[in-house]
Structure formats: structure tokens, C-alpha cells
């Protein structure tokens, strides 16, 4: 009996043992349990992909949603900042206008105030004038009647 003999004998006992073990069935139901949880596995991560692609989706349209929001913000900012500065241009030429009308009104009052002093002390000049010369030729009497129903006169014209 040579070596291979016992080999041969050897592994068919080994089998048998194996077999009467219940080991292929064993290796059979652990390599089905792990099939099993790599199948759960993959269904997990096939569902938190999902869920992270739905998230990612909502991320995305909050985003944009902000994005317009901050756009429409700015327009806004703009349009108000334009609308202040229109007002404040507008106010400034109003301002610029009354001011300018009240200097006219001014400058009016003073010319209307200079020419009646002029007229005034022409007025004073002419009554003293004429008062000399008729204080030669006229009695005292005749010439303040006649003094002071020209300055009667003149002032009612003045006024």
C-alpha cells in the first residue's frame, strides 16, 4: 500500500466528515446570510443616494430661490436708491428756486426803496430851493402857506 493510497483515503474520510459535519451546508447558509446583508447593504445605500439626490434637488431650488431673492432685494435697493437721489435733486432746485425768488424780491424791494429816497431827497432839495427863492421874493406870511401846501401836496402824491 503505497502513499497515494492512503491519500486517496485520507480525503475521501476527510469528505465524509466533512459531509457528516454539515459543513457545505453551513458555508452555504453563511455565504447566503452575507449575500443577504450586502443585498441590504446595497439597498441602503441605494435609498440614501436617493435621498441625498432629493436633498441635493431641494438645496439647489432653495438656492436659486435665494439667489432671485437677493437679486430682487437689490433691484429693489436701486430703484429706491434712485428714487432718493430724484427726490433730493428736486428738493435742491425748489430750494435753489425759492431762493433765488426771494433775492429777486429782495433786490426788487431795494430798488423800489432806492428810487423813493431818491424821490424823497429830490423832493427835500426841490421844497429847500424853492423856499430860498421865494423867501427873497415873497413875504414871510404868503410863503409858508404856500411852503406848506406844497408839502401837503407833494406828499400826498408820494403816498
Do not use: C
Not at 13 to 23: E, G, N, P, R, S
Not at 40 to 49: G, I, M, S, T
Not at 101 to 121: H, L, W
Request: hydrophobic share 45%; no cysteine; glycine share 4%.
Amino acid at each position: 500500500m503505497d502513499a497515494t493510497f492512503w491519500a486517496t483515503v485520507a480525503l475521501v474520510i476527510f469528505l465524509a466528515l466533512v459531509i457528516y459535519m454539515k459543513v457545505p451546508g453551513t458555508v452555504g447558509k453563511s455565504l447566503d446570510d452575507r449575500a443577504g446583508r450586502i443585498a441590504n447593504e446595497l439597498e441602503e445605500a441605494r435609498r440614501l443616494r436617493e435621498e441625498a439626490q432629493q436633498l441635493l434637488a431641494e438645496y439647489q431650488r432653495k438656492r436659486k430661490e435665494a439667489e432671485k431673492e437677493a437679486v430682487d432685494i437689490v433691484d429693489a435697493a436701486k430703484r429706491e436708491a434712485a428714487s432718493l437721489v430724484e427726490e433730493a435733486h428736486k428738493k435742491t432746485e425748489e430750494y435753489v428756486a425759492r431762493r433765488t425768488a426771494m433775492a429777486e424780491q429782495k433786490i426788487g424791494q431795494a430798488e423800489r426803496d432806492a428810487v423813493n429816497e431818491v424821490r424823497a431827497t429830490a423832493v427835500d432839495i426841490a421844497v429847500e430851493a424853492a423856499r430860498k427863492v421865494l423867501e427873497g421874493t415873497v413875504d414871510a406870511k404868503a410863503s409858508a402857506s404856500l411852503f406848506s401846501s406844497s408839502v401837503q401836496e407833494l406828499k400826498s402824491k408820494l403816498n
